[in-house]
């Protein structure tokens, strides 16, 4: 199994279409959504996709049994194939809302949240995404205990990020990087828990990294790597599944994802909202500098349209062609 994390302000309906373009297997995430959210807002523009993103997960971030079985119940009518808990988000502004890697603390709550969100759409499977503890908790006991009670309610499968969340004196970004890793215990918990379906999150920085580290576990879930350079797709299908992939080269998922910017330009979006998830796929390649500069500063205009995107590829074009 192999998935592309949910990231806030990133995976949205954009990112997910165009980082299709690259994978059909793949399971991608959208951003967290809280309950109150699904439940006040605008549910087409927070949940709506189009259905060339499936298999594709929502995740949901909350405490209240009642409101996360009703968003639940709402995503699971918009078709999404998985429903998720987010138990490991460790930013200010989940923890004021009682829920994210807060939740760490309670597991007997998180047993209650995903018997009311699997009671609300009983046809698709309602899984959870944690951390291996928060702040003083050792890590087996903490990680251990969580996904025991909500196993003993019927969740079958767990991502598991496996650093600690340090709710104070560590900024999100901080509690990416500094907590040390701990594969050794995701795969303890697989082999004591075989039955299981465990999926290893967190510090896996590239396709091939994450090829090396299956061993013991379900699956792999690649968080910023995936975003920042997502060329590494391109071999996802071939790699993890032994499909073909469906395009050869990232100048092939510019032109298969341009049919999808025409169709939303149309519907009146923005092309930065669609290209400022492109910036990283020539990262580091000949001419990868000026893709991101005619996308960065053209790609911004009110008008700016698809010519801007067969710009800055005729640029990467041009810096392949042999002189």
């Known amino acids: 199994m192999f998935a592309v994390a949910p990231m806030m302000d990133w995976t949205d309906r954009h990112c997910r279409s165009f980082h299709r373009v690259m994978t059909r297997r793949a399971l991608l995430y959208t951003e967290m959504v809280t309950a109150d959210a699904v439940i006040h807002g605008r549910r087409d523009a927070l949940l709506g996709f189009s259905a060339d993103q499936h298999p594709v997960a929502l995740q ?23 429903i998720n808990l987010n138990v490991g988000c460790p930013s200010d502004r989940v923890q004021s809302g009682r829920f994210g890697a807060c939740l ?20 698709i499977p309602v899984t959870i995404k944690c951390r291996i503890g928060v ?34 004196g560590l900024s999100p970004k901080q509690n990416r990087e500094i907590p040390p890793l701990d594969y050794a215990l995701v795969r303890k918990l697989k082999a004591e828990r075989p039955a299981l379906n465990i999926v290893l999150n967190g510090g896996l920085e590239s396709l091939d990294h994450a090829r090396a580290e299956t061993d013991g576990v379900d699956g792999v879930m690649l968080g910023r790597a995936a975003y920042k350079t997502p060329f590494e797709l391109l071999r996802v299908d071939r790699a993890f599944f032994g499909d073909a992939d469906p395009v050869a080269t990232a ?4 032109i298969a994802y341009l049919p999808y910017i025409e169709a939303r330009l149309a519907e009146g979006s923005h092309l930065h909202a669609m290209t400022r998830h492109m910036l990283g796929l020539f990262h580091g390649k000949p001419g990868g500098r000026l893709w991101r500069r005619v996308l960065s500063e053209e790609g911004v205009r009110a008008d700016a349209g698809v010519d801007v995107v067969e710009k800055a590829l005729a640029q990467v074009t041009r810096a392949y062609a042999p002189v």
């Open 60 to 82: 949901l971030g909350g405490s209240a049994t009642e409101k996360l079985a009703e968003a639940t119940r709402i995503g699971a009518s918009f078709g999404y194939d998985e």
């Open 104 to 123: 760490m603390r309670e597991p007997a709550l998180v047993a209650e949240l995903y018997t009311a969100m699997q009671a609300a759409a009983p046809d």
């Open 135 to 168: 702040d003083e908790q050792e890590p087996q006991e903490a990680l251990f205990d969580l996904v025991d009670r909500v196993a003993a309610r019927g969740c079958r499968s767990f991502i598991v990020h496996a650093r600690k969340a340090w709710l104070e």
């Open 251 to 254: 100048a092939d998922a510019v």
